[in-house]
């Protein structure tokens, strides 16, 4: 490229129209001195022909434009972030072509952004390199920081099998100034940005940037892989690494079937991702439309999807339900999204409500937990129905959906918190304060005589104390996921799921009020595996009892008078909240049922001992 001459234009820049939609504009970036400033040129070229170039990845930050660029003929003004990210970039002689979505989309047009959003994932796929600026390097963290990273990844990922548990013992000993280096990146605002999902989720190599070091970013991976593995180390030690490994390759899709299918599920990613942070709420469904669960995925509906700004952010949840809903044969995950933090009573929905989604549609705003109806998930509370559902035209926001209703909320407990079943340790286990899994066992269950086999569950077959203790841990699926998804999981036995909890029971609760026979099988179990297991079931979920003596996990809205019914296509059961004075519903969320989970309820309709109805939600 040849030379430019440069002035000092003082006029700012405006950017032309792009002549289709199949256009991009990339900055090339001019070298020079620390002090010069920045220069530069934007090109206008083809999305799938933009020979290399380097997508950049970044926090804006402060959006108020306090910098500049200078291109040939204006100047084009910058945030700070952005500012100092080309800086960094910028080589001393030649140039450098870079995107960078600030400079290179109008951010001022609407129409464009929602045009260019399309291409995305596509642009930091083609890329050569990404390059991510994790900002300025104002204490100095960087160095310390970098090598503390290489020197576990040299510790963990290259370690011999045979002493890798060594290792990790010793890692765990560590005080917590240890591992202030590592806190010290997972607290940069960048890895909470939504948009960085694919971004960083591609296969293209990239290159983390803070300050004047920089990391390859596969090395912090590998070395918080490995980390993610010891759960209750991460979490005594409160080392965040977790979702570093959730962001890699998230874009990716995978090469062997596994757990990891879930991500072929544009609903289940879009719930994922509900920890990241964007500045507009919109941006929750649209940072992830370059996902190959729309681009490879079986709904048509979903694949019509567009970014559109001119959309309320009501209208594009709506649209994102409707086309999920309407689009999938198979499951029921969407409603399953659906997390209230509180809903009106069923009095209340007697009046007119005033929320502007209706119960049905997940709000991305709003996530509490995971999904319990994950798609790879064993269970089948509708055993092979699939969705019989409808949306009329001249009424969108009702939905119309066939099921089984099977009981109501008789008694329920107050949401539970996430400590609710964590171990009792030290001074904790002389705490007047009794357990959470004794006092539901008391005050929902209504079981008063400790805890033994003998007691029978209502549905007079089963013990009562395992159906509470599968309830409480969504049938233990956390364990069966860590220890036997080699295997069906109706094939693992019973006493495999019940020594655990007997474990976590004996470590919890007073030996007297425990029966000898559990005594027994908690010598066979894992306190630990069974207390992730509820805390992840449990946490911000009611458990309650229904008035046929059913016990159910359910979401955080959920209240006495509740129905509990067996949608058709849902692999859970559902929670709905009749509106007192007319046929409609409110969609509560998603429950666990023991006796339910896996097409019960369907054999019983077939047998007569059941009815199917239709339920008008809205």
Request: charged share 25%.
């Amino acid at each position: 490229m040849g030379c430019l001459h440069f002035f000092s234009p003082s006029r700012a820049y405006r950017y032309t129209p792009l002549p289709d939609n199949k256009t991009i504009r990339v900055l090339t970036l001019y070298g020079g001195n620390p002090k010069d400033p920045l220069r530069g040129q934007l090109e206008l070229v083809a999305v799938d022909a933009a020979g290399d170039y380097e997508p950049l990845s970044y926090v804006w930050g402060d959006d108020t434009l306090t910098h500049e660029i200078f291109l040939p003929t204006a100047r084009l003004k910058l945030t700070a972030s952005l500012y100092h990210a080309l800086r960094r970039l910028r080589p001393r002689v030649g140039f450098r072509r870079v995107w960078a979505d600030q400079v290179c989309i109008d951010q001022r047009n609407e129409e464009e952004r929602s045009q260019q959003v399309q291409f995305m994932n596509l642009i930091y796929r083609n890329g050569t390199h990404v390059q991510v600026w994790l900002g300025l390097d104002d204490q100095g963290s960087a160095k310390e920081a970098f090598a503390f990273v290489r020197r576990l990844a040299r510790i963990l990922v290259n370690n011999k099998k045979d002493t890798a548990l060594t290792t990790i013992n010793s890692l765990s000993e560590q005080p917590a100034e240890y591992w202030v280096p590592l806190k010290h990146i997972t607290a940069l605002p960048w890895f909470r940005r939504g948009w960085i999902v694919q971004e960083i989720g591609t296969r293209s190599s990239a290159t983390l940037l803070w300050g004047e070091e920089e990391i390859v970013w596969d090395i912090l991976h590998d070395a918080c892989e490995e980390l993610a593995e010891y759960h209750h180390m991460r979490t005594k030690l409160k080392v965040a690494t977790s979702e570093i490994k959730y962001l890699y390759r998230r874009f990716v899709e995978p090469e062997t079937p596994s757990r990891h299918d879930n991500r072929f599920s544009f609903i289940y990613e879009l719930h994922r991702a509900g920890h990241m942070n964007v500045t507009d709420p919109r941006d929750r469904v649209f940072a992830m439309l370059g996902h190959y669960s729309i681009r490879k995925g079986h709904n048509s509906q979903l694949k019509e999807l567009e970014a559109d700004y001119s959309k309320s952010v009501e209208e594009v949840y709506a649209d994102v339900a409707k086309r999920a809903l309407i689009g999938d044969a198979e499951s029921l995950i969407t409603l399953a999204a659906v997390q209230h933090t509180r809903l009106p009573s069923s009095a209340e929905t007697s009046r007119k409500r005033q929320a502007k989604l209706p119960s049905w549609v997940p709000d991305w705003r709003a996530r509490h937990g995971h999904i319990m109806s994950e798609p790879t998930t064993p269970h089948r509370a509708s055993g092979s129905k699939k969705p019989d559902l409808s949306i009329s035209p001249s009424a969108p926001n009702v939905l119309s959906i066939h099921g089984i209703r099977i009981d109501s909320i008789e008694d329920c407990s107050d949401p539970l918190e996430k400590g609710a079943f964590h171990e009792r340790k030290g001074d904790e286990e002389n705490s007047t304060t009794r357990p959470a899994v004794e006092s539901l066992w008391t005050d929902i269950c209504g079981n008063t005589n400790g805890f033994r086999l003998s007691d029978k569950y209502a549905d007079g077959e089963e013990s009562s104390f395992f159906a509470y203790a599968q309830t409480l841990s969504n049938g233990c699926m956390a364990i069966y996921w860590q220890n036997h998804a080699t295997e069906s999981y109706g094939a693992v036995p019973i006493e495999t799921w019940l020594a655990h909890a007997a474990a976590y029971l004996a470590r919890t609760v007073d030996n007297a009020a425990i029966s000898p026979e559990l005594c027994c099988l908690a010598e066979k179990g894992d306190t630990q595996k069974w207390s992730r297991a509820a805390t992840g079931a449990s946490t911000n979920r009611r458990f309650a009892r229904t008035t046929r003596g059913y016990y159910v996990m359910g979401p955080q809205a959920m209240e006495k008078g509740d129905i509990i019914c067996v949608l058709f296509g849902g692999k859970l059961p559902f929670c709905l909240r009749p509106c007192l004075g007319s046929q409609y519903y409110l969609l509560v969320g998603e429950c666990y049922i023991h006796g339910f989970m896996n097409g019960e309820s369907v054999d019983m309709l077939d047998g007569g001992g059941f009815c199917e109805s239709v339920f008008e939600v809205v």
